[in-house]
């Protein structure tokens, strides 16, 4: 019979390549690791206590309050195991893609405090697709206008 083995498990936010950044019911940040750092430009002193605004864009900032609250009062999400692609701030202004799931956090009471996200920077694959999709749109053009011709 295998022995089990007991991991140390506290410093795995810090030490995940992907970020994780926690927000408590109201959407202020309460855990910003490393790579959220890394991703988003902002240090855990300056993302810690802010809203979540820090990181979306305004022109999404009202769907995302509104999935947010509807979240915190049905305790129900429909991204707890689908990847969410949308876009995101960095601290310099210029624009992300990123992808990530959430995990709803419960109190004692089993009501929802909390949301926990593992975020992964996607802008580099998605401008790449984009870059694809342009190209494989061009030549589709090029080859219509050759069979018409």
Sequence with gaps: ?????????????AAIGDAVVISDADGRIVVWNPAAERIFGFSEAEALGESLDLITPERHRRRHWDGYAKTMRTGETRYGTSLLKVPALHKDGRALSIAFTVALLHGAAGEVTGIAAVIRDETERFQEERSLR????????????????
């Excluded at 019979?1 to 936010?13: K, R």
């Excluded at 080859?143 to 011709?149: D, N």
């Design 134 to 149: 342009r190209r494989v749109a061009e030549l589709e053009e090029a080859l219509g206008t050759l069979v018409c011709a």
């Design 1 to 13: 019979m295998a022995q089990s083995q007991t991991f140390d498990t506290s410093g795995l936010v």
